[in-house]
């Protein structure tokens, strides 16, 4: 498979081994700014491997950043949804950053460092980069609090399915058993500092390792000697599909600054006994308005169609009563599925309505849960 003429695209952000991920075959495509592969053999197998087995993914394209210093916490308290300082050493959070309008700046983790109190990492979106980091910024001016980015100087890669925990124990040489979902441990791999935490973006179980390295011949031999321990190598169009499957909204496509976590059905990840944060104001007052406009929903399809972002979905007199933000085809199930925001008397577990494809109508069901379900303990 021919590799990508870097030179005829402008963006220059790929992944270290890009060149490596060429050489073996894999499918280079653009993600959120970056250059990195797609699959390394197909969008199915890959998809499969990690529902039955275990996959590895290079998600380096994820946004990393260090929050260190006296005021860490304080500074984390003001632009997280969760309350921080309730967050244990070595535990980690699914929360939000929000604007002080009530809108989605952000879905990301933040994890306190195991023995230094004071210091947390954020992984947020690619997408996102520069403008949480402005944020931060901006709101750190006055403060001893230190932002650093490790999006260049760390890697990152997620390891995940049912065969996840021992392949990486043995890789680790330790026994991981003892980590809980959303925990992590510091190691040293091949004298590369890593920071292990048991987590993932596929509803199986799963560990991400950040790794302090962007050195080739180091990283090649990590992925390299997971892949031999029995890791199928996936790409993101693998990760896109299972993210599906499990229900997670992807940001710049389900949720964005336009969208508030009431409507997304993300309250979950906000800790309204906090004091404040940014944004709180406004989302209580979303909250008490009553149920919003539209809901983001999940949905299966009934007859055979695949669905696609921007399709309508109609009630059963045909009247437009939303649209899919993200559609495919769930390789577990053998049936079409999506997201999408519905008007919200239609976000009923069950309810039935249709998508509009080119004048003809594709029955599909209703689900507030998972579409598939998850096999590890929900990050909230």
Known sequence: MESIRYSERKIVKRVPLLQYYSEIGAEIGEFAGWITPLWFTSNKEEHLAVRSSVGIFDITHMTRIAVRGEHSEKLLQQVLT??????????????????????????LTV???????????????????????????????????????LTFETSLYAVQGPRSLELISRFCEMDLSILKWFTGVET???????????????????????????????????????VKLGSTPCGLAARDSLRLEAGYPLYGQDIDENVSPVEARLTFAIDFSKEYFIGKEAIERAISEGKPRRLLVGFKAIEKIIPRRGYRIV?????????????????????????????????NEGERLKLEVKDKYREVEVTLEPIVSHKMKHPH
């Not at 309730?86 to 700046?105: A, F, H, R, T, V």
């Not at 947390?120 to 932002?147: P, Y």
């Open 315 to 347: 009630d059963k007199d045909n009247q437009v009563v939303g649209e899919v933000t993200s559609g495919g085809f769930s390789f577990t199930l053998g049936v079409g599925i999506g997201l999408g925001y519905v008007n919200s008397e239609y976000a």
């Open 188 to 226: 040293k791999i091949d004298d590369v500092n890593t920071l292990i935490t048991r987590s993932g973006y596929t509803g199986e179980n799963g560990y991400e390792l950040m790794l302090w390295s962007w050195e080739l011949e180091n990283l090649r031999k990590i992925w390299n000697k997971i």
């Open 82 to 107: 969760i309350d921080v300082e309730k967050l244990k050493p070595g535990k980690m959070k699914y929360c939000l950053m929000c604007s002080e309008e009530g809108k989605i700046i952000d879905d």
């Open 111 to 149: 994890f306190r460092h195991p023995t230094d109190r004071r210091s947390f990492i954020i992984v947020c979106n690619a997408i996102t980069h520069d403008k949480v980091l402005r944020i931060l910024d901006q709101l750190s001016q006055n403060m001893d609090v230190e932002i650093t980015d």
